[in-house]
């Protein structure tokens, strides 16, 4: 089992910039919540949170996003997750995701993360949360593998 918390290399909130579609992101969290903006034709909220540059702001500005409406985590934003991942892990820092074991992400999101915590993810016990961002990193460790040695087992 390999715990990730927000800030570790492989977090959401990592501060490791990516291209996107010519758009620089500081974070994944940062592309989804710029994602959500646009989903919501929310197109000031956009600028503002695309140009917000620290992990701090861009939680902020998340949050005040999510108080004017409703955060739906559903399969777009989902899409919009697995799209950051496959950018970010599709370069230089690829290796980060090559290794071994299942992808818990320890988060207080019931949504992204197990909504618990690394102690009682290492010692079993069941989490409450989907981990859908631990699921997305397999998702792509998995095709990082396939393209590098053909078809898994």
């Known amino acids: 089992m390999i715990t990730i918390r927000p800030s570790d290399t492989l977090g959401m909130h990592d501060a490791f910039p990516f291209m996107m ?3 620089v992101y500081h974070s994944i969290y940062q592309r989804i919540l710029c994602s959500q903006a646009l989903r919501m034709d929310d197109v000031a909220a956009f600028r503002v949170l695309r140009n917000s540059n620290t992990t701090e ?3 902020q500005r998340g949050q005040n996003l999510s108080k004017r409406y409703r955060m739906e985590w559903d399969n777009s934003v989902y899409d919009a997750c697995l799209e950051a991942v496959r950018a970010k892990f599709r370069g230089p820092c690829q290796h980060e995701l090559l290794i071994k074991g299942e992808f818990v992400y320890i988060a207080p999101d019931m949504f992204w993360g197990t909504a618990g915590t690394e102690t009682a ?3 079993g016990l069941p989490y409450r949360g989907r981990n859908v961002y631990g699921e997305i990193l397999t998702t ?3 095709e990082l593998l ?4 053909g078809k898994q087992a």
């Open 21 to 23: 579609n010519g758009i």
């Open 57 to 59: 702001d861009i939680i």
């Open 121 to 123: 993810a290492l010692i």
């Open 140 to 142: 792509v460790r998995n």
């Open 146 to 149: 396939e393209a590098r040695y």
